[in-house]
């Protein structure tokens, strides 16, 4: 029972986390900063700049990245995709 309890837990905590989290591609590395290209819900191309410092890896330009919008890239993407 508390097994469930705690799977039950933890699948709505990855989905609230998940929510926020956009895929786009790095465009532009500049010091601390990645310019970040996105498609927004309506397909317009938007554009975003995030933290180096704070992301959870160092990507190149041209890869693929879940990130944060103005805030730090969560996961970079195999370039092999």
Do not use: W
Request: overall charge positive.
């Amino acid at each position: 029972m508390a097994s469930r309890i705690l799977a039950a837990i933890k699948s709505r905590a990855q989905v609230i986390l998940s929510l926020g989290l956009i895929l786009g591609v790095v465009d532009q590395i500049s010091g601390d900063k990645a310019l970040i290209e996105y498609k927004n819900s309506t397909g317009g191309i938007m554009y975003t700049t995030v933290s180096m410092s704070q992301s959870a890896c160092v990507p190149s330009e041209g890869q693929s990245v879940y990130f944060y919008r103005d805030y730090k890239i969560v996961t970079c993407l195999d370039q092999n995709r």
